[in-house]
């Protein structure tokens, strides 16, 4: 069972970055599709964004396109989400996701139940 561990949050001002990361506890994550999710209290998971780790293609959601960037580091077997310009609304935690790419199509990657593996989530706060 692959466990995905999550690092990086914490407390920020608003306008401010922090860069979240996510590994394996073992194996390679080539095939994976990995991807970010986040939960604010008293409201629904919510996707952030997803990246094919072979082909590098990505996508976010509306709320923080422009604004954070998903990539991976074949070397490290580590998958990142850079957070710029965050906001108040950007306080939740984040959950690091994943499964094997195949069966998946681009438009279902935001459904966070197609995914196997989770971490334990990591918390960012924004203060104003």
């Known amino acids: 069972q692959v466990q995905l561990v999550e690092s990086g949050g914490g407390l920020v001002q608003a306008g401010g970055s922090l860069r979240l990361s996510c590994a394996p506890s073992?194996?390679?994550?080539?095939?994976?599709?990995m991807a970010w999710f986040r939960q604010s209290a008293g409201k629904e998971r919510e996707f952030v964004s997803a990246?094919?780790?072979?082909?590098?293609?990505?996508t976010y959601a509306d709320s923080v396109k422009e604004r954070f960037t998903i990539s991976t580091d074949n070397a490290k077997n580590t998958v990142y989400l850079q957070m710029n310009s965050l906001k108040p609304e950007d306080t939740a935690v984040y959950y690091c996701?994943?499964?094997?790419?195949?069966?998946?199509?681009?438009?279902?990657?935001?459904?966070?139940?197609?995914?196997?593996?989770w971490g334990q989530g990591t918390q960012v706060t924004v203060s104003s």
């Open positions: 996701a994943g499964r094997t790419f195949g069966g998946t199509t681009y438009a279902s990657w935001s459904l966070w139940y197609l995914y196997h593996y």
């Open positions: 073992e194996g390679a994550l080539t095939g994976y599709l």
């Open positions: 990246i094919s780790w072979d082909s590098g293609v990505a």
